[in-house]
Nanobody, 125 residues
Framework: VQLQASGGGLVQAGGSLRLSCAAS????????VGWFRQAPGKEREFVAA????????SYADAVKGRFTISRDFAKNTVYLQMNSLKPEDTAVYYC???????????????????WGQGTQVTVSS
């Protein structure tokens, strides 16, 4: 499945952004979709994931309570709503898909097969 991530930008600390991950080529049915991020000089880290069919979610501790992952069946899109942003959230954010026929909320990037191009999120203090 091809993924297109969008929605990044520059925001002040405390602000909000919503990232989108749109699928093309096939639907997200029977996929797990995750968001990862990579800050300069750091390894790529897990942010959140959702099981497309059932809607179960998983979050990294650093974003729990501030970020929400959701999906829109009609638009075949996964969203990451990011609230109360902090400067340490600054990174390139990537969406990724594990499937088809996946039902585990993996946190390791190596479990995901397809990746979007990334979208920059910059949070100023």
């Amino acid at each position: 499945v091809q993924l297109q991530a969008s929605g990044g930008g520059l925001v002040q600390a405390g602000g909000s952004l919503r990232l989108s991950c749109a699928a093309s080529g096939r639907t997200f049915s029977r996929y797990v979709v995750g968001w990862f991020r990579q800050a300069p000089g750091k390894e790529r880290e897990f942010v959140a994931a959702i099981i497309w069919s059932g809607g179960s979610t998983s979050y990294a501790d650093a974003v729990k309570g501030r970020f929400t992952i959701s999906r829109d069946f009609a638009k075949n899109t996964v969203y990451l709503q990011m609230n109360s942003l902090k400067p340490e959230d600054t990174a390139v954010y990537y969406c990724a898909a594990d499937g088809p026929f996946s039902s585990l909320l993996h946190r390791s990037s190596s479990e995901y097969d397809d990746w979007g191009q990334g979208t920059q999120v910059t949070v100023s203090s």
